[in-house]
């Protein structure tokens, strides 16, 4: 999510594969009923409830009603008293994921920041052992304390891998241009995806480093690091059946982008937006300067800012089987690309819907995040407050 943007140059821009024609879905509201502030992401760990918990910007955790029709929440973490925003648009609490082994350990991860010093804070809970229901305050452990130099490109996006490792998702610290050329800076964390291993410990790290990593033996390099030369990743995913990793990086005044990481892979922010150079940045870049380009980018006379999802496998819409799903968080628009693996080439990208515009010309639908139920059907959140199941027309 970001609104640094250069509208007038952004407008005169294409991008290399058009959209088509808005066709393919329809919203329909989901937990209508509830009251909903900034949702972050819907989870369902594999804990046999079938429990959905909502994360909400402002600092809590709601377990939703078992019925889609239903309006009764139960508070299952509330962090809202942490002074955690000095801006509230990209601070806050902004990511979690559930352990592998939820239902045996109860332990849970988020993201959220602090201030003073300002920061992205990557903590371990757990559920309460009398109250599966409820999160347990007093069981906070924390992991990793991020030095945050601005309020925006916190990111926080979380998922765990195949192999029980935890990948974390962090912007490049905010402002514009990357001022202090952090993303292809590899002893730090900001403008990188990490990877680390929850449960075993490396030294006096408070985690484990993953035996695999791609930067373990390098001197100068932090070894949680799995990819940098990211701007802001706001949606990663990894699809179940290919394996592939998605991110979609959000971009700054041309350009958004959809990445495929891979290990050790540089995607060239700052030095590059999209795959295109970065116009002010003169200098020679660092390294190899080797970039790996999207798979997909478009221009910002189509979006400002690019929100990620997932791949679709699910069986209610098999005309968008085993496309990725993703839309733009400044006019709503959904689209569905269809990737080739095998040619590395995207075959189409289909606009599936365009949201309305209210009396003020902005869009009805802001998505902050494309959820993947159980059944693999998707559900958009909606930072206007909606929660929006994903539907054929």
């Known amino acids: 999510m970001n609104y640094f943007r250069s509208a007038t140059v952004a407008l005169a821009c294409t991008a290399f594969l058009p959209a088509a024609p808005a066709e393919g879905i329809r919203l329909q509201p989901v937990w209508a009923g509830v009251k909903v502030n900034r949702p972050v992401t819907l989870l369902t760990p594999a804990d046999d409830t079938a429990r959905s918990f909502l994360v909400q910007q402002r600092g809590k955790v709601v377990i939703l009603p078992k019925s889609d029709t239903g309006t009764e929440t139960k508070i299952f973490l509330d962090l809202s008293d ?81 192999d029980g490792m935890l990948f974390i998702a962090f912007g490049d610290g905010g402002k514009r241009d990357d001022p202090l050329r952090f993303a292809q800076n590899r002893f730090v964390f900001n403008g990188k995806i990490i990877r ?16 695999d990593n791609p930067f373990l033996k390098q001197e100068a390099v932090l070894p949680e690091i799995y990819a940098y030369g990211l701007r802001n990743p706001w949606g990663i995913s990894i699809d179940k059946q290919t394996g592939l990793f998605w991110c979609a990086d959000v971009g700054q ?113 802001k998505p902050t995040a494309f959820i993947e139920d159980p059944a693999g059907e998707p559900i958009m959140l909606d930072w206007n407050g909606s929660m929006q199941r994903i539907v054929a027309k």
Request: hydrophobic share 35%; net charge negative.
């Open 82 to 162: 942490r002074k955690m925003e000095e801006n509230q648009f990209e601070e806050g609490l902004i990511g979690m994921a559930f352990h592998p082994k939820f239902k045996e350990n109860r332990q849970f991860y988020v993201c959220y920041t602090q201030q003073d010093p300002k920061r992205s804070v990557i903590s371990e809970f757990k559920a309460s052992d009398t109250d599966p229901d409820k999160a347990d305050p007093s069981s906070e452990r924390i992991l990793l304390e991020v030095p945050q130099p601005y309020w925006n490109h916190n990111s926080g996006n979380m998922l765990f891998d195949k």
């Open 196 to 211: 680390i291993d929850v449960d075993t410990r490396t030294g006096s790290r408070p985690y484990g480093i993953p035996s």
């Open 253 to 365: 005044d041309l350009w958004e982008e959809i990445d495929l990481i891979v290990k050790g892979g540089n995607y060239g922010w700052s030095w590059r937006e999209g795959a295109q150079p970065f116009v002010i940045r003169q200098e020679a870049a660092p390294g190899d300067g080797k970039f790996i380009d999207p798979i997909h980018q478009y221009a910002h006379s189509d979006g400002l800012s690019i929100t990620g999802g997932f791949v679709y496998h699910g069986k209610a819409m098999p005309a968008l089987a085993g496309q990725y799903l993703y839309g733009d968080f400044a006019n709503g628009r959904i689209w569905a690309l269809n990737y080739d693996a095998a040619s590395k080439k995207v075959v189409s990208n289909t606009e599936v819907f365009k949201a309305p515009l209210d009396a003020k010309g902005q869009a009805t639908f």
